[in-house]
């Protein structure tokens, strides 16, 4: 069973199946993981009942700090090490867990426990004054944004602890406190007041989610992955999340904490680096891979951090794939027997498969492809046209029906009429957040930033090719190709079995069926994914349809409402994929209409 | 302050704007700023086309230098720099969440959000709500010396209002009065005010 302190609090120790409805999600799942044998840093849970106390009185319940105080001695005696003191402090986590997930709860406080005195002693034990210092400044910034939320103080990285409380103070009258206990006693009630949030309250009035379940607070001892030669901290994918291949795939940094690998700020090595140092975590850490995946028939993405040579599992959820990855993976599951076809198709959206499908700059074509500028790749597709470095004058020519491509120094809103009537929008300065990376995706435009001072000025009046996917621009217009749905193994399996599956046929221009098919494409109103339902319900006996949007999903669900047999499209797994959603979710509203 | 530089600071950050926007941007009557943008293409400071007006070249010069002239209190008033720090503290953390909306890490890599994961939009819809909580203090001291700058914080909190309803364009969609467009606009008007130049 797990550990009870008393009537309000819980030790996660992997045994047992402690209630969703009592620890919250996030507690459920860190059990789940323990409950597979994979060692997860110690966890105490505030139960949801709990919660539900103190929002009745507005006080924590009676007995709750002696439980909490007993719980901090059971995490100090599993970590070996000390709450609020040295010479081994104890850091914790606290994050809210509500049964069902929802907006406005409370985000996760890290490091806290740390101030001045457990700084020094964290310095010395791993022998890193600066990463202590930052663990410090860390907490101090969530502290506030989190639990006192502050708007945004002034952090100067250059100064001290002190200076920083001082900005805290400053900006929302509050001070963090320096006792660790108070700082625990803060978050939690935090917690529980984020249940009453505006956008929780609205959240679970528009979902209907009773008022009364209350969130539960998890408090979780940090591991530090940066103490010595054996430790570390990682991602792990069970397959390789860019290319679908099956072999696990991750990164590895030595020496360092979760948020260096996130920040970019260091090159983490490849997983088999951590094979050459110590080869039975590594062994211990695929065995977890697989069995994550096999119990959760899905593709893990899982954090992990080594704690002096000690593996321990931070996090584990379904990976996100990039399309290839997502294609090739489901069509593998499928073979490997941990998923059905249905379940498959169910793997790869509509859009990931047109992303698939696009048309791409030929191979022939690159190799004699003269490079004229590369920057970022800040937004895909392909854009060809006459390069113009002025917005107003890309918008006239646009106009005259000219296909141009804006290229600036940088864009600003200025600049939005031209990037709208451009085909792509390339930029000399800035990087993936900046203006024209930010609004060309927005607007679905091919998109290459920060190539780089007066490397774009002498382009105008060129003719060029933008390819947005790798960050280049060519010079000319090159040919594009569409690639083919049938020459890919996966896509190819994919569109076989949606097609034994979906509700609605969908064929090749190429095939004779098609010369019956209702043509849209000169009707103005079909070519509006908006106003393709009324043209389709219009039809009055067609069998089919083709041109228009019919083959986006709208157009689908259209010809799906309007009972068409078939429609006609260039690739057909996009609009397959897309009717086979329609079916879900008119299923699904069925299934909610009826109960 | 008078409506000829209004109107023309309005065009100046809505860009190629009809009448509406820029009356709804500035909080100024519509027949007033129509009047007034009729007076500005009559002098040659504006262009229309379409109903859309643009600043002609020589009007922007002019209006930047209006700049240190009109609003030196404004700079020196405590609140309003106490305000603009903030915003400008607050704005990476939005771009930092626009960039997180419009693509998705795929094993260490950033590729297009094609908004089928519900999940992950709503989580960031719900940091956006976070967002905008932590910002009204920043928006309220920029309201306190420039009572005009009350328009953001209400046209954020309608775009806010919406994203959580489901209708997500209002995130960061540049053709309508998104989150986005109106954080990018309202910086695009404090660094008038302030006579600064944009990072990128």
């Not at chain 1, 992955?225 to 430790?231: F, P, T, Y």
């Not at chain 2, 820029?22 to 909080?27: C, F, K, P, R």
Request: hydrophobic share 45%; aromatic share 6%.
């Amino acid at each position: 069973m797990t550990v009870a302190f008393g009537q309000w609090t819980l030790g996660l120790d992997g045994e047992g199946e402690p209630q969703r409805a009592l620890i919250g999600g996030k507690a459920w799942s860190l059990a789940r993981m323990q409950a597979l044998g994979l060692n997860a840093p110690p966890a105490f849970v505030v139960t949801t009942a709990a919660c539900r106390a103190y929002l009745a009185s507005g006080e924590p319940p009676a007995g709750l700090n002696d439980e909490i105080e007993a719980a901090i001695a059971w995490l100090e005696s599993k970590t070996g090490r000390r709450f609020g003191a040295g010479p081994r402090p104890l850091l914790v986590s606290v994050r809210s867990g509500a049964p069902v997930s929802m907006p406005g709860m409370m985000d996760t406080v890290l490091n806290l426990g740390v101030n001045d005195a457990t700084e020094a002693a964290l310095a010395a034990e791993c022998g890193d004054a600066a990463f202590a210092r930052n663990t410090h400044k860390r907490f101090l910034d969530l502290y506030a944004h989190i639990v006192l939320r502050a708007s945004a103080p002034d952090f100067d990285p250059a100064k001290e602890p002190a200076a920083w409380r001082d900005a805290i103070r400053a900006s929302c009258g509050a001070e963090v406190p320096a006792d660790p206990r108070e700082q625990l006693r803060g978050a939690l009630r935090a917690v529980f007041e984020s249940w009453n949030s505006r956008r929780a309250r609205r959240y679970r009035q528009h979902n209907h989610i009773p008022d009364d379940l209350g969130t539960a607070v998890t408090v979780q001892a940090m591991a530090f992955g940066n103490l010595d030669r054996r430790s570390g901290t990682g991602v792990l994918f069970s397959r390789n999340p860019s290319t679908g291949a099956p072999e696990p795939y991750g990164e590895y940094l030595p020496r360092a904490q979760g948020e260096d690998v996130v920040s970019g700020k260091f090159t983490p090595q490849p997983l088999s680096a951590l094979a050459a140092e110590m080869p039975k975590v590594h062994a211990e850490l695929l065995e977890a891979a697989r069995k994550l995946e096999r119990a959760s028939r899905d593709v893990q993405d899982v954090e992990f951090t080594i704690e002096r040579g000690r593996l321990y599992f931070l996090q584990a959820r379904v990976a996100k794939l990039a399309p290839q990855a997502a294609a090739r993976i489901a069509v593998a599951l499928v073979r490997e027997g941990l998923i059905d076809e249905k379940a498959a198709l169910r793997r790869l959206t509509p859009d990931q498969a047109r992303l698939l499908l696009s048309p791409r700059i030929c191979e022939a074509a690159l190799k004699n492809a003269e490079l004229l500028a590369a920057g970022e790749a800040a937004s895909p597709g392909v854009g060809i046209g006459v390069v113009v470095g002025d917005s107003d004058e890309a918008e006239r020519r646009a106009r005259a029906g000219e296909a141009v491509i804006l290229a600036r120094p940088t864009t600003s809103p200025d600049d939005l009429h031209g990037m709208i009537a451009a085909r792509a929008v390339v930029t000399e300065q800035g990087g993936s957040t900046s203006h024209a990376a930010v609004v060309g995706r927005a607007l679905g435009l091919a998109c290459v930033v920060g190539c780089g001072k007066g490397a774009l000025q002498s382009l105008a009046g060129r003719l060029v090719t933008v390819d947005g996917r790798a960050g280049k621009i060519y010079a000319g217009a090159l040919a594009v190709e569409t690639p083919d749905e049938n020459e890919d193994e996966a896509l190819a399996t994919l569109a076989a079995w949606a097609a034994k599956h979906a509700p609605l046929r969908v064929v090749a221009a190429s095939s004779p069926e098609a010369a019956d098919a209702v043509d849209l494409s000169t009707n103005e109103d079909a070519a509006d994914p908006d106003k393709i339902g009324a043209v389709l319900g219009r039809l009055q006996g067609a069998r089919g349809a083709r041109g228009g949007a019919v083959a986006s999903d709208q157009g689908v669900r259209a010809a799906l409402r309007a009972g068409l047999e078939f429609i006609v499209a260039e690739t057909v797994l996009p609009p397959l994929l897309a009717a086979i959603r329609a079916a879900d979710a008119a299923s699904l509203a069925e299934e909610v209409g009826g109960a | 302050m008078n409506d000829a530089h209004l109107v023309m600071h309005g065009l100046a950050i809505k860009k190629h704007a009809t009448a509406e926007d820029v009356a709804g941007i500035l909080g100024l009557d519509l027949e007033v700023v129509r009047e007034t943008l009729a007076k500005l293409v009559a002098g040659k400071r504006a262009v229309e086309t379409q109903g859309r007006y643009l600043l002609a070249p020589a009007a922007r010069m002019l209006l930047d230098s209006d700049y240190s002239r009109l609003y030196e209190d404004v700079r020196a008033n405590p609140a309003f720099q106490a305000g603009y720090d903030a915003f400008e503290r607050l704005n990476p953390l939005l771009k930092q969440l626009i960039t997180e909306w419009q693509t998705i890490s795929v094993g260490g890599e950033r590729a297009p959000n094609d908004h089928s994961d519900k999940e992950y939009d709503a989580k960031i819809i719900d940091r956006l709500g976070d967002f905008h909580e932590r910002a009204e203090a920043a928006l309220d001291q920029l309201a306190s010396a420039v009572p005009r700058m009350r328009i953001y914080r209400d046209k954020l909190a309608a775009a806010l209002d919406k994203a959580e309803q489901g209708a997500i364009a209002w995130v960061s969609d540049a053709r309508i009065e998104s989150y986005h467009t109106l954080w990018f606009e309202l910086h695009e008007d404090l660094l008038r005010l302030m006579q600064r130049e944009r990072q990128e």
